[in-house]
Structure formats: C-alpha cells, structure tokens
C-alpha cells in the first residue's frame, strides 16, 4: 500500500463542489508542508496549494478564492475544499508531504468537470 492514499475525485458540473482528501501514512515523520499538485496531458505539473507546519498557506492564482487547504493538527492529513469549480480545473490531483529525508507523492486522483 502506498504511503498517501488520496480519495474524494470524481465528475462534477461547471459551479459545483469537490473535497479532495490525502490521508499520510503514520510512518511519515517532520512533516513540513503537505500540497496538491495537479497536471494535465501535455502539461506540466502545477502547484495548487500548500499548507506548512506553522500553518501558513498557499495559492495558485488559478484557485485563489475558489479552493481552500486544510490539514489536521497531527499533519497525517491534508484536503482540498474546491469551490465554484470550472472546466479548466479538469486534470489529475496529486497529494504531496515533504519531510527532511524526502518528498512522497499520492496515485493522482482524476477530477473531471464537465456538463
């Protein structure tokens, strides 16, 4: 089993909601920022959020005021709130956690919005 299983994708409407959630496997130790990444075919990967150790975030300009990152206290896991949602956020999210020793990446879970 991979050590971040991501969950919660899927196919919505231009206008709804999704929550992407990315649970860590507990052998992950000194998290220090825990993100989503999304890529489309042909593309490279992007940065869409990223939340910190103390808390702070981060946006792409493509999401701001739209999607919202959330973590627990324990830094075990990590959401994605995406709101108001358009035909260009169609592509694969990928979970990241960065610990000292190195970077873990989630299977990438497809969300698809489409009428």
């Known amino acids: 089993q991979g050590q971040l299983v991501e969950s919660g994708g899927g196919l919505v409407q231009p206008g709804g909601s999704l929550r992407l959630s990315c649970a860590a496997s507990r052998s992950i130790s000194g998290v220090r920022v825990m993100s989503w990444y999304r890529q489309v075919l042909g593309k490279e990967r992007e940065l869409i959020a990223a939340?910190?150790?103390?808390?702070?975030?981060i946006y792409g300009e493509s999401v701001k005021g739209r999607f919202s990152i959330s973590r627990d206290k324990a830094m075990h896991t990590v959401n994605l709130q995406m709101n108001s949602l358009e035909p260009e956020d169609t592509a694969i999210y990928y979970c990241n956690v960065n610990s000292p020793w190195r970077d873990f990446w989630g299977q990438g879970i497809q969300v698809t919005v489409s009428s």
């Open positions: 939340i910190y150790s103390n808390g702070h975030t």
